[in-house]
């Protein structure tokens, strides 16, 4: 099969998203497909803020460049923050503070991932580097290609998917290949870094082709494998229907959304289909107890119950190229690609926020430290923002 990789760019035509291919090159395996590197045009003014909420820009540093891929992580009372050229750092969400920093010596496709205890990052090379919590190299173990999933780490696992479409577990502890699993590919895939969600009992994991599997903790036997969405279309990039993201756990559920598809949730432990709405997804959701909140492909933001009801849809933020939304107290937290960060409230979707970081693009769901948000720029911003 000849391998096609496709940089894209998010832009909006006649009403809808259209994308651009701009430039291909050969790779080993199968095709894969940027959804988005950009917008394409003038970006639209933010919205008026209608319904303020307290909240403060805490503090800020600068660590270095980051983007797709690279997503602060809160762990242990602590924030994780990784950047491609290969720096791990450990930061006090309360102030911003550096704990430690550390140089990996590897450009890194993928970071960080931690349970607090293990730190993990993904080199270019095909590497996992593991470092302990003080920063000191623990182990490292070849995938076999490279890693498009960010490391998860928890209940003594790493795990992460790699370019071959190969789901591996290792030992947390001393880096030993615990078990693997593996799907073929289809003919072109979404080039897009996400995680898989680790529980007690089972693994959840977004697959190219829409599909969302569940595989045992112990073994990586497949518990179950249930349909986000099929594929439709004439040609091969109108088929992509990638789940998009992380799957996401909140009491029996799991819920996930596809490229061009459908949010869909499911029962855990059997996959059995609870609801699903139509939507053409443009990155990954958010649940909580009582919501769903995804971003559609025209950055659009819905917010649905857990019974799948459409609660509300905010347009205000559309063309902006926004990033997942993050639930935090009364409010949704988006990046943009101008660097923004709006809080909008979750009782009806009005722009309740908005703090301004260094102008580069928020690319990567902001995690949530407490009542803070924190937010990592492609430029190289990591940034805390704190509901008063």
Request: glycine share 12%; net charge positive; proline share 5%.
């Given at each position: ?107 890194l496709s993928a970071g960080v991932g931690s349970d607090g205890d ?159 709405r139509e939507l053409k997804a443009a990155g990954g959701i958010d ?27 905010q347009d205000g933020l559309s063309g902006r190229g926004l990033s ?65």
């Amino acid at each position: 099969m000849r391998a096609l990789a496709f940089e894209a760019a998010r832009a909006l035509a006649a009403g809808r998203r259209a994308l651009l291919v701009a430039g291909a090159l050969a790779l080993a395996g199968c095709g894969s497909f940027w959804p988005w590197s950009g917008d394409s045009g003038k970006i639209p003014e933010p919205p008026a803020i209608t319904a303020r909420v307290a909240a403060t820009q805490a503090w800020s540093l600068r660590l270095g460049p980051a983007g797709p891929g690279f997503a602060p992580v809160s762990a242990a009372g602590s924030v994780f923050v990784a950047t491609a050229a290969g720096t791990i750092a450990r930061i006090d969400p309360a102030t911003g503070g550096l704990l430690w920093k550390t140089d990996t010596g590897r450009r890194l496709s993928a970071g960080v991932g931690s349970d607090g205890d293990v730190v993990v990052v993904a080199a270019r090379d095909g590497a996992l580097l593991a470092f302990d919590a003080r920063g000191e190299r623990r182990w490292s173990a070849q995938l076999g290609g490279e890693a498009v999933t960010v490391p998860a780490v928890g209940m003594g696992l790493v795990v992460v998917r790699s370019s071959d479409n190969r789901i591996t577990a290792f030992d947390a502890d001393s880096g030993r290949r615990r078990w693997s699993f593996q799907r073929q590919n289809p003919p072109l895939v979404l080039r897009q870094t996400a995680s898989v969600a680790i529980a007690p009992d089972a693994i959840y994991v977004g697959m190219p082709g829409g599909r969302l599997v569940s595989l045992s903790i112990e073994s990586g036997a497949l518990r179950w494998e249930a349909t986000v969405s099929q594929p439709r279309g004439a040609t091969e990039i109108e088929r992509i229907a990638d789940v998009l993201g992380s799957p996401l756990v909140s009491g029996r559920e799991v819920c996930a959304a596809s490229f061009q598809g459908r949010l869909a949730c499911f029962d855990a432990p059997s996959g059995r289909a609870q609801w699903s709405r139509e939507l053409k997804a443009a990155g990954g959701i958010d649940v909580d107890a009582s919501m769903v909140a995804a971003i559609d492909d025209r950055d659009r933001l819905h917010a649905y119950s857990r019974s799948g009801a459409s609660l509300w849809r905010q347009d205000g933020l559309s063309g902006r190229g926004l990033s997942a939304p993050l639930s935090l107290g009364p409010v949704l937290v988006v990046g943009d690609s101008q660097g923004l960060v709006h809080l909008v409230s979750r009782s009806d979707g009005a722009i309740a926020g908005r703090f301004a970081t260094d102008g580069s693009a928020v690319v990567s769901p902001p995690v949530a430290a407490g009542r803070s948000a924190i937010v990592q720029t492609s430029a190289g911003a990591v940034v805390g923002i704190s509901l008063d």
